[in-house]
T-cell receptor
Framework: LAKTTQPISMDSYEGQEVNITCSHN???????ITWYQQFPSQGPRFIIQ???TKVTNEVASLFIPADRKSSTLSLPRVSLSDTAVYYC????????????FGTGTLLAVQP | DAGVTQSPTHLIKTRGQQVTLRCSPK?????VSWYQQALGQGPQFIFQ???????QRGNFPDRFSGHQFPNYSSELNVNALLLGDSALYLC??????????????FGPGTRLTVL
């Protein structure tokens, strides 16, 4: 079971690019890396998922180095509405693919 | 296309009572997972239902039980409520592709308060 480690909190300003790095040293060969965003009292929202190199969608990019022991979520030009908790997850795989959440990274975007 | 829906939005119960929470998965999804999120913590896995059976269970007592119906919707039941059961209960649905990479999509949650 791959354990993830990410910073507890980060601060940024509107318009900046934010990079949140997550380490997952014992990631297995078939594991994917998934990121969720959560606002207070709401369900987590899927942001992006990747296996290797780089994945980009309309809201974020995910960079995964060759050894896959870490990954970086990149949010371009953040706004105040990006203030949220961001979770890096490596699903347990197998039949259930259950998600083991840590405490996540609280991103605070200031004007 | 409706996403994952949960009902009710909020619920207040007293200790010792029983509660039932409901979840309708995203269209096309066949798997439902339930999570409990206490204030200030990440969600904790309760159990998962697939093909109307509990497939895996987290570290939760037997007071927590569930059910999945033929239309893939699901219920979470909690008996003999304790103050510590106060939390946001989240339902997540996915489509089982058998590859262990199925993306889970979460509903808005049900806020349960036990007095």
């Amino acid at each position: 079971l791959a354990k993830t480690t990410q910073p507890i909190s980060m601060d940024s300003y509107e318009g900046q690019e934010v990079n949140i790095t997550c380490s997952h040293n014992n990631i297995a060969t078939n594991d994917y890396i998934t990121w969720y965003q959560q606002f207070p009292s709401q369900g987590p929202r899927f942001i992006i998922q990747g296996y290797k190199t780089k994945v980009t969608n309309e809201v974020a990019s995910l960079f995964i180095p060759a050894d896959r022991k870490s990954s970086t979520l990149s949010l371009p030009r953040v706004s105040l509405s990006d203030t949220a908790v961001y979770y890096c997850l490596v699903p347990t795989g197998g039949a259930t693919n259950k998600l083991i959440f840590g405490t996540g990274t609280l991103l605070a975007v200031q004007p | 296309d409706a996403g994952v829906t949960q009902s009710p939005t909020h619920l207040i119960k007293t200790r010792g009572q029983q509660v039932t929470l409901r979840c309708s998965p995203k269209s096309g999804h066949d798997t439902v997972s339930w999570y409990q999120q206490a204030l200030g913590q990440g969600p904790q896995f309760i159990f998962q239902y697939y093909e109307e059976e509990e497939r895996q269970r987290g570290n939760f007592p037997d007071r927590f039980s569930g059910h999945q119906f033929p239309n893939y919707s699901s219920e979470l039941n909690v008996n003999a409520l304790l103050l510590g059961d106060s939390a946001l209960y989240l339902c997540a649905s996915s489509f089982d592709q058998g590859a262990g990479t199925d993306t889970q999509y979460f509903g808005p949650g049900t806020r349960l308060t036990v007095l």
